[in-house]
């Protein structure tokens, strides 16, 4: 089975504190996503990266900054935390979707509250 | 850009009930995928259909299935003989065939089954 894990499930921060979400796969897939889930809003993509090293920013990037130095892990960072960033965060991984199916694996998430 | 819309917030069903849930969409490309997406209860969200636009039939997994109307861009799900386990935030999700495998997600569903 494939496993993204992300490596807190709960985090409390300060506002101003720097916080890393970390998120690691097990399939040698080549992207990977963070994704922001808010009530009433969906899932909105903050950044992915497609190969090592590389990102792009997806829809909702300002105050956050990633970083995947190897294919399995992808990092999210934030700066400088504040309180509209409290929030539920999704990390997903997949294959290029025209060789594959397209499905995205998600980890369980990491909850966030910025105080 | 592409959008993808839930109108329906949250949705209850009988148990061994159908229900089916609505998603419309916005998109230029002519040939994309469409996912419907559930997230049980602090569990990852898993796959649960996919249907590739190109394909005139409706795709069908077990008790679930969709009523794809390309020309209307509606993506429907059907819960056939709902059970228990089925209780989740549903995502429709749309996603380009070229390129990385961004999804776009709708505002999502909660389903309530009722024993």
């Known amino acids: 089975d494939v496993k993204v894990t992300q490596s807190s499930r709960y985090l409390v921060k300060r506002t101003g504190e720097k916080v890393f979400l970390e998120c690691v796969q097990d399939?040698?897939?080549?992207?990977m996503f963070w994704y922001r889930q808010d009530p009433g809003l969906g899932l909105r993509l903050i950044y992915f990266?497609?190969?090592?090293?590389?990102?792009e920013k997806g829809d909702i990037p300002e105050g956050y900054s990633v970083s995947r130095e190897k294919k399995e892990r992808f990092s999210l960072i934030l700066e400088s935390a504040s309180t509209n960033q409290t929030s539920m965060y999704l990390c997903?991984?997949?294959?290029?979707?025209?060789?594959?199916?397209?499905?995205?694996?998600f980890g369980e998430g990491s909850r966030l509250t910025v105080l | 850009a592409q959008t993808v819309t839930q109108s329906q917030p949250e949705m209850s069903v009988q148990e061994a009930e159908t229900v089916t849930l609505s998603c419309t969409y916005d998109?230029?490309?002519?040939?994309?995928?469409l996912f419907w997406y559930k997230q049980p209860p602090s569990r990852q969200m898993i796959l649960v259909i996919r249907q590739e636009a190109y394909k005139q039939q409706n795709a069908t997994e077990n008790r679930f299935s969709v009523n794809f109307q390309k020309a209307a861009k509606s993506f429907s799900l059907k819960i056939s003989d709902s059970q228990l386990g089925d209780a989740a935030m549903y995502f429709c999700a749309y996603a380009m065939i070229q390129g990385a495998q961004k999804l776009v997600f709708g505002q999502g569903t909660r389903l309530t089954i009722n024993p």
């Open positions: 399939m040698d897939h080549e992207n």
């Open positions: 997903a991984s997949g294959y290029t979707i025209r060789y594959h199916t397209g499905e995205l694996f």
């Open positions: 998109t230029s490309e002519s040939d994309y995928y």
């Open positions: 990266s497609y190969d090592v090293k590389m990102k």
